[in-house]
């Protein structure tokens, strides 16, 4: 049974220092916000994201992952590619990658999220480590492991969901 659900920090958890959060406060399931950082997203000088109006999900353990609305994404840079996941709050993915490219899937959608994450529909997320993903002026870094799409940014402590270490969490 998972232990922590945002209400208190495991003792192996970073203390946050001013002007950052911990992982481990996020709750669980999910938090769904808006967020006003400006978003971009972009593969080599090509802008394939831009965009101030992004929803943010925020879950114990993991760094935030940020969803675009797609009037802000350039879909004519992005094709449908094999794959498919499910997650328990969010529903079923389908996966996106680069039109041209090596069909390595870069941005991910909710087609139809339950209610809680309706909001969810008709937004992208993408994963900065396949594309170069910016959170106002800062480069986002990945989420350990390759699976999670989280935005690592330096206002943010855990450590993170994502490596091998971490499976039961």
Known sequence: MWEYTGKRRPPFAATPGSGQESVWDYPRPPALEPST??????HGDTVIAETARALRIAETASPPTYYLPEDDVDLGRLVGVPGRSFCEWKGAARYYGLAGGDGTAVAWR?????????????????????VACFLDAERVRPQPGGFYGGWITDDLVGPFKGTPDTGHW
């Open 37 to 42: 950082r400006r978003v971009r997203v972009l």
């Open 110 to 130: 909710y087609d139809a999220p339950p209610a809680a994450y309706a909001a969810l529909r008709g937004h992208l997320a993408f994963y900065p480590g396949r």
